[in-house]
């Protein structure tokens, strides 16, 4: 059941701790995104105190990057399925587990990609 966040750079904003640095606040971000006309909106928060914020502004998805499972519970209680929540980073096979059981809607998993192997694939035209 594996989805993309997003197939490209077009179909939605990602705000990340590097735009919240820039903006100077994760509704800031968010606010410069909504002005700039973008419908998707998926935001990274690393800490509780940045969801509601997030969500005001206009999230319309959030990352829960690096949190335990008591916060991600806790962030889960907050946005009270207003938008889709996502756990990302520490996922590995022996944390997955409780990490779904948290409430989150996805669980997101960069190993998949991150360590997948290269294949070498050639193509070779004969002109007959």
Known sequence: GATNHRMGLWDAAMIK???????GSVEEAVRRAVAAGIADIIVEV?????VE?????GATHLLLDNMTPDQLR????IVA????TEASG?????T????????VTFVSVGRLTQSAPAADIGLDFALV
């Open 96 to 103: 997955i587990g409780a990490i779904a059981a948290t409430g």
């Open 46 to 50: 690393d800490r509780i105190d940045q």
């Open 90 to 94: 520490g996922v590995r096979l022996d």
């Open 53 to 57: 914020g997030a969500l005001a502004s």
């Open 81 to 84: 399925g207003r938008v889709p």
């Open 17 to 23: 701790d590097n735009h919240v640095a820039v903006a």
């Open 74 to 77: 806790e962030a889960v209680g």
